[in-house]
């Protein structure tokens, strides 16, 4: 038992507060851990570590590994994301798991474990729900300042040896946990507390406390848990009323805490909207009925907050190499959506497009090219061209005769003929590689 935890690798994907802080005190307790982060946060604890205020466990200042993705593989991956990162965070898991490894997500929302499903079998895959207080206080420094017990279970109750398995690695910890037989009933009842109070927060800027001292809004809230509890058991989740009916007291006490909704508007960073209340809206639209507290909610907040509001598409870069007899390298993705496809990948936070397209080029196929020697193609930003979210790809265009070789993302890579390009090409390479040609015929015809 003692030498357990010597061997365990373990990565937090997304360590803001909430991964940071569990990342933090299984560090302390010994365990292999390294925190994927990015920005200042990132810097911060790769050059003066991790500092965790707690109302309970004092100062702790804990030197960690960090680093901007994740690198090797991992007996347990711990992705605390907002739910709106997660599809773009967990694209690669599944390369980064040990054979026996498995994901805790330690997020809000209740189809975070779906999303993650799509790169990953769902039994390998631990849901939780957690009510702790955490907040980045500045880059490399996190407050807690509320406890609650880290709730966790089987997504598939039939197969419970990695919550068996998580269970052991918490109990080396001094982290309350509570294994949960009924962990989706669980995460609805967490969602019920969040839908009750984030959003109206966020909208009316206004602090736990105040918004508890508040008839009207209490009725608010209740008419909108009642829309969460609908539509929870069109998601065969039972909801027990006394519970129902008692979540908007659960804010009283919390005076002048500010919901984490409220907390990311105000530092200018996207809200966990979409992650909480659109669950009930699609629910309850998909069985014919309408939500319209959380719609009315959900529509005021678009306008009011506008552009910090809609989210961004993620940025990528994709690469065309043609070699001097005109031949186009592509790769054989390892990761969905299936099929060929150019080189390329998701730019860093920090880092240019060319810069991330020769990256790219060099982690897929073994091909070094010279930033200098590449040139801009255009842009491709229709918004269904990739079936994981939108994306909008910068791509550039090089000329380059070494070999290639498959690493990272591609399982193979190879050149091909103009016209015996393979028919499985994905998102819209095809597209981009029709293009591509077309321009070089206009540049050989002038
Ligand atoms: N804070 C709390 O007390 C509680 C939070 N939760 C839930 O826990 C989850 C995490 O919340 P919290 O920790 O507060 O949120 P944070 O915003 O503090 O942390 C999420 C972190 O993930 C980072 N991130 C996102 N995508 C990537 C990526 N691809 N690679 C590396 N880093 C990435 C974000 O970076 P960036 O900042 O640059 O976007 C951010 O630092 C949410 O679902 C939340 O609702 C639940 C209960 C309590
Ligand atoms: C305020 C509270 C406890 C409930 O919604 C919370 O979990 C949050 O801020 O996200």
Same mark, same amino acid.
């Given at each position: ?28 307790? #010994? ?7 990015? #920005? !200042? ?6 050059? !003066? ?73 769902? $039994? ?26 880290? #709730? ?25 946990? !509570? ?10 009842? !967490? ?63 919390? $005076? ?145 005769? /070494? ?9 193979? /890579? ?33």
């Amino acid at each position: 038992m003692a030498e357990f935890h010597s061997d365990k690798k373990i990565a937090v994907l997304g360590a803001g507060a909430v991964g940071s802080f569990y990342g933090g005190m299984l560090a302390k307790s #010994g365990f292999d851990v390294t925190l994927i982060a990015r #920005g !200042k946060h990132l810097e911060a604890l790769q050059s !003066k570590g991790l500092r965790i205020e707690s109302y309970r466990y004092g100062n702790l200042d804990l030197q960690v590994k960090a680093d901007s993705k994740l690198k090797g593989v991992y007996d347990v991956i711990i992705v605390s994301t907002k739910s709106e990162d997660t599809a773009a965070a967990c694209e690669n898991i599944g390369n980064h798991l040990s054979k026996n490894g498995f994901v805790v997500s330690l997020q809000n929302g209740v189809d975070n474990t779906k999303t993650i499903s799509q790169f990953l079998p769902i $039994e390998k895959i631990i849901p939780s729900r957690i009510y702790v207080g955490l907040s980045v206080t500045a880059p490399g420094v996190v407050k807690h300042s509320a406890e609650g017990i880290l #709730g966790f279970g089987a997504a598939d109750k039939t197969d419970k040896s990695y919550v068996d398995a998580f269970e052991r690695i918490l109990s080396e910890t001094e982290l309350e946990y !509570k294994v949960e037989e009924d962990i989706l009933q669980a995460q609805w009842k !967490k969602l019920l507390w969040n839908l009750a109070f984030n959003p109206l927060s966020a909208l009316l800027e206004s602090t736990c406390g105040k918004l508890s001292h508040d008839e009207e809004i209490n009725d608010l809230m209740h008419k909108i848990v009642e829309e969460g509890v609908r539509a929870a058991r069109y998601r065969g989740v039972d909801v027990p009323e006394s519970y129902a009916v008692s979540v908007p007291d659960r804010i009283k006490g919390l $005076e002048n805490f500010k919901t984490s909704m409220l907390q990311d508007i105000e530092k200018g960073k996207n809200p966990e909207i979409d992650g909480i209340i659109l669950p009930v809206i699609t629910t309850l639209k998909d069985h014919g009925q309408n939500a319209p507290y959380c719609e009315t909610i959900y529509k005021s907040l678009k306008f009011k907050y506008g552009k910090k509001f809609i989210y961004t598409p993620k940025l990528t870069v994709d690469m065309i190499v043609e070699n001097e007899t005109g031949e186009i390298l592509l790769i054989k993705r390892k990761n969905p959506p299936h099929g060929w496809a150019l080189p390329g990948g998701f730019v860093d936070y920090g880092e240019k497009t060319e810069d991330a397209a020769v990256r790219e080029l060099a982690e897929e196929t073994g091909i070094s090219v010279s930033v200098n020697n590449i040139n801009l193609l255009g842009v491709y930003s229709d918004p269904s061209r990739d079936p994981r979210g939108h994306t909008a790809s910068v791509v550039y265009y090089v000329k380059a005769n /070494a070999e290639a070789e498959a690493a990272d993302d591609a399982k193979e /890579a190879s050149f091909f003929v103009k016209n015996n390009i393979p028919e499985d090409i994905a998102f819209d390479h095809r597209k981009i590689l029709d293009d591509y040609f077309g321009k070089l015929s206009v540049r050989r015809k002038t």
